[in-house]
Structure formats: C-alpha cells, structure tokens
C-alpha cells in the first residue's frame, strides 16, 4: 500500500479535498423578485425525511430570499453549463435577471414557490426546517419535498469545486456493490 509524504497545509484551504457534493445552482423566488446562485457547501444530513444542509453567506442576495420564502430549489448543472455556473457565481442577483443573462428556463415548481432550471440534470424542492443556525453559521437546513430528475443519462457529468479557481469534473464510476455496506458510509 502507498504511503504519503505530507506537508503542512493552510486549514482554510481543506475543503479542496472534503468537498466531495457538485456545485449546484439555488433557484429562489420571494415576493415577485427571483435569483440563482452558484453553492458548493451543501451536504446531505439525512435520508428520511431527506435533509440537506446549505452554507449561504449572509452577504449573498439569496440569504434574505431564502431566510424569508422558508424555501428554493437546488438543481444540479452538468459540466456543459459550467461557464453559466461561474457566471451566476459572479454576478449579483440584485443587479441582474440571471435566468435571462445566463439564458436558463425558469419552470414552476410544484411545491414550493422558486422555480426549477430547465436546463438542469436534476431539480429538488426544499422547504426550510431548521433556522437555529442561520444566524450563526449561515447554515440553513431544508427538507426536500419533491425530486425531479432527468432518466438519463444515470450518471451525470457534474462539476465540483475544488478551491482557488479550479474545477474536476466527475469521471467514470466504478462499482464495488458487493463489498459495500450502504448504511456504514
């Protein structure tokens, strides 16, 4: 087996390595106004009900979008709307419609009020259950209601943020199903 020489390594910068989720776009809709904002600091807390848990930075147009409808929607972008993914994810909601600047389709969800990305691989409705650490720690805990997701292909090329600017893209996926017991990871 291969050991590993180390260094040190700037703790803030870890998440190049523990960030294993895609970069999603978080759709949100309050009171006639709509925004999309590129996250890549969510995480799954449970399966049932399904819980997700979304680092949203108290400065982003979203938080207050967000904090205030109790709800959004968090679609999954494949690796050919990378460039809009940045894109989102450099613009200011209050500045600009991204779903025109970006050229999205916005659909209605069925629901919750913020609308799904048609151009998504996947779309999943979430309700807010859990605020006590939003002021905190920006964290805000949603139930996913309903899924929406595309039947094809299985396996998504999806984007994850790596830090500094860089990207992977996911790559083949290998099976070990027989040696796997889902319930220990």
């Known amino acids: ?12 910068n870890v998440r190049r390595f ?6 999603v776009l978080v759709s949100s809709a309050h009171k006639g106004q ?7 600091w969510h995480m799954v807390m449970m399966q049932e ?11 982003n147009d979203s938080y207050e979008m967000v904090r205030r409808s109790k709800e959004c929607v968090i679609n999954v972008p494949t690796v050919d709307l990378v ?22 389709t916005a659909v209605e969800a069925t629901k919750v009020g913020a609308p799904l ?4 691989y996947a779309s999943f409705e979430c309700k807010l259950v859990d605020t006590s650490a939003v002021k905190r720690l920006s964290l805000f805990v949603f139930e996913v209601v309903k899924a929406h997701v595309a039947t094809s292909p299985r396996y998504p090329t999806t984007v994850h943020y790596r830090g500094d600017g860089v990207f992977m893209v996911s790559g083949r996926n290998v099976s070990y199903r027989r040696l796997f017991k889902p ?3």
């Open 1 to 12: 087996m291969k050991t590993y020489n180390k260094a040190d390594f700037p703790v803030a």
């Open 18 to 23: 523990l960030e294993p989720g895609p970069v």
């Open 34 to 40: 709509r925004n999309i904002m590129t996250m890549g």
């Open 49 to 59: 009900p399904s819980l997700v848990g979304c680092f949203i930075w108290d400065q």
């Open 83 to 104: 460039r809009a993914v940045i894109g989102i994810g450099n613009s200011h909601g209050s500045e600009v419609d991204k779903f025109e600047q970006f050229g999205l």
């Open 117 to 120: 990305i048609a151009e998504c």
């Open 183 to 185: 319930e220990n990871l």
